[in-house]
Every structure is written in C-alpha cells, then in structure tokens.
C-alpha cells in the first residue's frame, strides 16, 4: 500500500499549483480553473483519509464538495458572462469601478 | 519499489506535470484541457483508495459537466488575445506559492507520527451502497440544503447572465 503521507503530499502540491494560478494569472476564466484544482486537491485529501481512517465520512463531504464546486463555477462563469459584457475584457486590472 | 507504489509515482507525476501546464500556459482552451486530464488523473488516485464511486462521480460531475460549462464559456467570450507574459509577477507569484509548499510540506512530515495506518477497508468500502446509507442516515440534512444550493446557483445564474432589455 501507498502510505498515506505520499498522498497528502502530493494534494498539498497540486493546491500550491491552484494558488500559484490564482496568484500569478491575469485571466478570470483560468483564476476559476486554478480554484477548480485546489477544490480538487482537497477532495484527495479527504478520500485519503477516508481510506486511511476506514470511514466514509471523508466520502460523503467531496460529494458535498463536488456539490458546491458545480455552484461556483455556474455562478462564477455567470458572473464573468455579464463582466465581459461591460468591459469586454476578462483581465481583472480593468475592474477597478470599487477601487479608491 | 512494490506496484502500486510505482502505479501510484506515474499517476502523481503525471497530474503535477497537467497541473503545472494549466497554470503556466498561455492558451486558455489548452489550460481547459489541461485541466480535463489532471482531473481524470485525479479521478484514477480516487479509484487506488478504494473510493470507486467518488471516482465516477469526479469523471461524469467535474471532467464531463463542469469543464464542458468552462469551454462553453470560452468559446462564447472568445478572448483572442493571449495573455502578456510579465516575468517579474509570475516569478513573485511561483515564489510565493513555493513558500507556501514548504510551510505545507514541512507540518506533513512533521505531523508523521500522528497520522494513524492504514485500517483494513472492507469489501464493499466505496460503493454506492456504502456512500448512500452515510449520505441518508447520518447526512440527510446537508444532502437537502445542497439541493436547494443547487436550485439558487441555477436561478443566480439565469439572473446573472440574462441580457439587460
């Protein structure tokens, strides 16, 4: 078997690589894929601790994940649709309507 | 080096490599497809623990509906225009983010001793049998409130991306 370290390593990597794509691009559709991923690199947490703990409780919390991660991304691609309208651009340094 | 072990280094290298390519490319619609195969890898690594239906359920959910919702979108936007490369901020960005591994990586090896073995998963661990009787004796409650999540994003949704007359 694969200790459970590997796994909770290699789900701490991809979360670092989602933040790193939040952090570093300039486009809002990929800043939502790199939230995507980081969802996602929790849900293999919690599915390793699950099996490691023999419990299915890790289980039913990433279906409650996967759940509100299809919420956020209907209302998020929404919500860049009706931006993209206005400023037709999706680089978010154009959206400065808030800032002093 | 066992077999799942080896199984298990291809499947981690292989989706670092996909994830990487979705945050360092230019092209957003490769970012998308990138980002199908790091979550079908992801989905496998699902399947190595036992956990079968989760691992369904991450094919059909995440690579099947949600990323198609995430090309849609590009399609219709069509932005064009590649996104400028800027060195100096993606390299504050990749320093960052590697901080944050460090912090991450060094409490995981810490915290070794703490994390208890394995515990021997019985046969039918990760069924759908298994997933439903938790989801509806112990989680019935959330299962509810996550349909009328569901209900809002769709009605926020058609709200929000409905033309202004």
């Known amino acids: 078997m694969v200790p459970l370290n590997y796994y909770l390593l290699l789900s701490a990597v991809l979360f670092v690589i989602g933040a790193a794509g939040v952090l570093i691009r300039r486009d809002l559709i990929v800043i939502l894929m790199s939230v995507e991923l980081m969802l996602n690199a929790v849900n293999l947490t919690f599915i390793a601790f699950a099996r490691s703990l023999g419990s299915m409780d890790g289980q039913v919390i990433v279906f409650f994940v996967m759940t509100v991660a299809a919420a956020e991304a209907v209302v998020g691609l929404a919500i860049i649709i009706s931006v993209f309208r206005h400023h037709r651009t999706l680089d978010p340094r154009q959206m400065q309507l808030l800032k002093w | ?165």
Do not use: C
């Open chain 2, 1 to 165: 080096m066992t077999g799942p072990m080896i199984f298990f280094s291809i499947l981690a290298g292989l989706s670092i490599a996909f994830s990487l390519l979705v945050v360092f490319q230019r092209n957003v619609v490769h970012s998308a497809m990138a980002l199908v195969a790091t979550l079908f890898l992801i989905a496998v690594l699902f399947l190595t623990l036992d956990a079968a239906m989760v691992g369904i359920l991450q094919i059909l959910v995440y690579a099947g509906a949600i990323m198609v919702l995430f090309l849609f979108v590009i399609m219709l936007l069509n932005p064009g225009v590649l996104e400028a490369r800027g060195i100096a901020w993606w390299l504050l960005g990749s320093i960052a983010a590697l901080l944050l591994l460090f912090e991450l990586a060094s409490l995981l090896v810490d915290s070794r001793g703490l994390i208890p073995g394995q515990a021997p998963a019985g046969a039918s661990f990760g069924s759908p049998e298994m997933l439903a009787q938790s989801l509806f004796n112990d989680f019935v409650l959330p299962f509810e409130i996550a349909s009328v999540l569901l209900l809002v994003a769709m009605i926020g949704a058609v709200v929000l991306a409905k033309r202004e007359p």
